[in-house]
């Protein structure tokens, strides 16, 4: 299976750590030019994009914060600066910030839907602007992809994280309603659900006594890596799935199964 990606340009969000950094390493590594975005920490998307243009690829990073449209047009502008066009965009940038209900502030809540849920709706917008302005190149089936990153907690529900399960659950329809808007036009809108993936997000919930109870909670076993996601992403962005539109795919070793099911209810 050919997931190339040659001749393409693609941003990626949040793309200087975790599974954001997976998804940039990953698409260039298919041959995308990659804009690696990032929020408040420039030395790793810097890293990261001078790693990628040691190997002979193409990559810059650009700071910005997703929650506002002037650094989402900066966004979009450097990237044309650089690369001339988009043809691909992994609306990746989240974050929790947790607590239970009775304590969480107005201030957790709005920050998570603002960077998670208005963050991706504020890229997608711009690149089915950016998609559209600039038409069909040969360098792709579609005119555009749009990949989100959404969770398994698009589906459960999650105490103690309820501003991070509404955002999720919120991609889930935001995807599914731009998809059916925009396939017309020949631009694919899909998302990738991970479940319990090892990076800075959820570092102590993944390690020790912590790590063993979350893996009951994985039929296949392990507990992700961030490569699995960005696998999932290169796939997305390639014509391979040129038939695959407005869909989720999970990447979460089951974990959608409800394990806790087995022997059970
Ligand atoms: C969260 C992780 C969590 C996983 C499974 C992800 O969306 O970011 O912190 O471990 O879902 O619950």
Excluded at 102 to 127: P, Y
Excluded at 193 to 215: D, S, V, W
């Amino acid at each position: 299976m050919d997931c190339r990606l040659d001749g393409q340009v693609a941003i990626v969000t949040g793309g200087s750590s975790g599974l954001g950094y997976a998804c940039s390493e990953q698409l260039a590594a298919a041959g995308a030019a990659v804009v690696v975005n990032y929020h408040s920490h420039p030395e790793p998307a810097e890293d990261l994009a001078a790693s990628i243009n040691d190997k002979g690829g193409r990559a810059i990073a650009v700071g910005g914060d997703v929650s506002k449209e002037a650094d989402v047009a900066e966004l979009f502008g450097e990237t044309l600066g650089a690369f001339g066009a988009v043809d691909i965009l992994v609306a990746n940038s989240g974050m929790q910030k947790d607590a239970a209900l009775t304590e969480m502030t107005l201030d957790q809540w709005e920050a998570v839907l603002s960077v998670n849920l208005t963050g991706q709706f504020l890229c997608a917008q711009a690149a089915v602007r950016q998609f559209e302005r600039q038409g069909r190149r040969d360098v792709s089936r579609a005119l555009g992809k749009i990949i989100c990153m959404s969770s398994v907690h698009q589906v459960i529900p999650w105490a103690g994280h309820v501003n991070y399960a509404a955002s999720k659950g919120g991609i889930m329809m935001m995807m599914q309603t731009i998809a059916q808007e925009v396939a017309g036009k020949g631009i694919r809108v899909n998302s990738i659900a991970p479940g319990a993936i090892r990076t800075a997000i959820n570092e102590t919930e993944t390690e020790g006594e912590k790590g063993e109870q979350l893996l009951k909670l994985i039929p296949y076993g392990r507990i992700g890596v961030a490569e699995d996601v960005g696998k999932a992403a290169v796939w997305l962005a390639s014509d391979q799935s040129d038939y695959v539109v407005g869909t989720t795919i999970f990447v979460d070793g089951g974990m959608t199964l409800y394990p806790a099911f087995r022997g059970n209810g």
